[in-house]
């Protein structure tokens, strides 16, 4: 029994081992094989959709991900800039350049939805120049007391602040630039 005690922990030592590398690979599956569009290609096959509908729908998947970066990659670029480590030049080249892909993907998008808009509109209700077609008169909602209408608007829709001039919502208790207390909540 003494000696096969060590025979019994390295055969389960191997075993947990081989546990917790499946459950790794599991959990790691999705970033390492891009597990969006596998997803999707699942899910258009388990509904019943043809090998054209899978692959416009990876299509699209590919599509609406390098969206995604892109938007992700202007973002970047404006902060590195902000924080110095782009120059003009360098944020105007590489903004441009972005912003050109941008547009082409979001273009592509465009096209692949093209077809479902008559019937969006058709469910919608809205004709092909934009007019909405009448729906049923409803009754009309009570016109408000133009005394009552005046008394609750605020008496301006910004506030400046008194330090450094940034203008903040009316309802700002502190400067939104330099934290300082704005006037008129100093006052009441």
């Not at 389960?12 to 081992?17: I, V």
Request: aromatic share 4%.
């Amino acid at each position: 029994m003494a000696q096969a005690l060590p025979l019994i922990l390295a055969a389960l030592a191997g075993l947990a081992l081989v546990f917790v590398l499946t459950a790794m690979w599991q959990s790691m599956r999705v970033v390492l094989l891009g597990g969006s569009a596998e997803e999707a290609s699942t899910r258009a096959t388990k509904a019943g959709v043809g090998a054209a509908q899978k692959s416009r729908t990876a299509a699209r998947e590919a599509l609406l991900r390098e969206k995604n970066n892109l938007l992700q990659a202007i973002r970047d670029v404006r902060f590195e800039h902000d924080l110095g480590k782009i120059s003009d030049a360098d944020l105007e080249r590489l903004d441009a350049q972005y912003r050109l892909r941008a547009r082409s993907v979001l273009a592509e998008l465009d096209a692949q939805i093209a077809p479902y808009r008559d019937q969006a509109r058709a469910l919608l209700g809205v004709t092909e120049a934009g007019a909405s077609v009448p729906a049923p008169a409803a009754e009309p909602a009570p016109a408000a007391e133009p005394a009552l209408a005046a008394k609750d608007e605020p008496k301006s829709a910004t506030a400046q602040c008194p330090g450094c001039s940034t203008v903040n919502d009316a309802d700002a208790v502190f400067c939104k630039k330099c934290g300082a207390r704005m006037a008129s909540e100093a006052a009441s």
